[in-house]
């Protein structure tokens, strides 16, 4: 039973263009939400987060949003460039309490 | 700091071994989780300590899985005994508040 879903296990995307990861919830609880970065033979690096009471988070080239109402969030990266290329790892949370909840991990490609 | 880290980095041992698997977390931090990342599951939560008490281990999925925290630096999760499809990466991560540090990883192989 997957309460965070990451359907596309793969993305490719071209330098300077924009890359868009998608992440599904389930529970309605979750209020915390992160993606994370890994490269291989690494851990996973926080990248950006946001809290339920925002509908966007900008940091950089990167930018998560958040729907509420489709329990749906995105992360966007402009311009992408080829040292994004990772996984990414959307993770949930109730702040209640300190557990996230990962999703399988979208591999992104940037070419060159 | 060093960060999160993890020893010993890659494990290859036989079915029916013990393993143990070693984490230290950042210094100051007072939680500390066991993940266990695979192709088709992802990055699962096994276990989770808040000042050194284990909190959640719902996610632990056997009885030959144990995890302890004898103190604030120290961390082992043992699998005993050992099957191939404990074949994953293992990851210890760190926190003080919402963010958790990774460490690099254990990759162990059953065989």
């Known amino acids: 039973d997957q309460q965070v879903k990451q359907n596309s296990p793969s993305l490719s995307v071209q330098e300077g263009r924009i890359s868009i990861l998608n992440c599904d919830y389930t529970?309605?609880?979750?209020?915390?939400f992160l993606w994370y970065k890994k490269y291989p033979a690494e851990g996973p690096t926080f990248l950006i987060s946001?809290?339920?009471?925002?509908d966007k988070n900008e940091d950089g080239r990167f930018t998560v949003f958040l729907n509420k109402s489709a329990k749906h969030l995105s992360l966007h990266i402009v311009p992408s460039q080829p040292g994004d290329s990772a996984v990414y790892f959307c993770?949930?949370?109730?702040?209640?309490?300190?557990?996230?909840?990962f999703g399988t991990g979208t591999r992104l490609k940037v070419l060159a | 700091d060093a960060g999160v880290i993890q020893s010993p980095r890659h494990e290859v041992t036989e079915m029916g071994q013990e393993v143990t698997l070693r984490c230290k977390p950042i210094?100051?931090?007072?939680?500390l989780f066991w993940y266990r990342q695979t192709m088709m599951r992802g990055l699962e939560l096994l276990i989770y300590?808040?000042?050194?008490?284990?909190?959640?281990d719902s996610g632990m999925p056997e009885d030959r899985f144990s995890a302890k925290m004898p103190n604030a630096s120290f961390s082992t999760l043992k699998i005993q005994p050992s099957e191939p499809r404990d074949s994953a990466v293992y990851f210890c991560?760190?926190?003080?508040?919402?963010?958790?540090?990774f460490g690099p990883g254990t990759r162990l192989t059953v065989l």
């Open positions: 993770a949930a949370s109730d702040s209640g309490t300190y557990k996230y909840i």
């Open positions: 529970n309605s609880m979750f209020d915390y």
């Open positions: 946001i809290s339920s009471i925002k």
């Open positions: 210094s100051g931090h007072n939680s």
């Open positions: 300590f808040n000042n050194n008490v284990p909190i959640d």
């Open positions: 991560a760190s926190a003080r508040g919402n963010e958790q540090f």
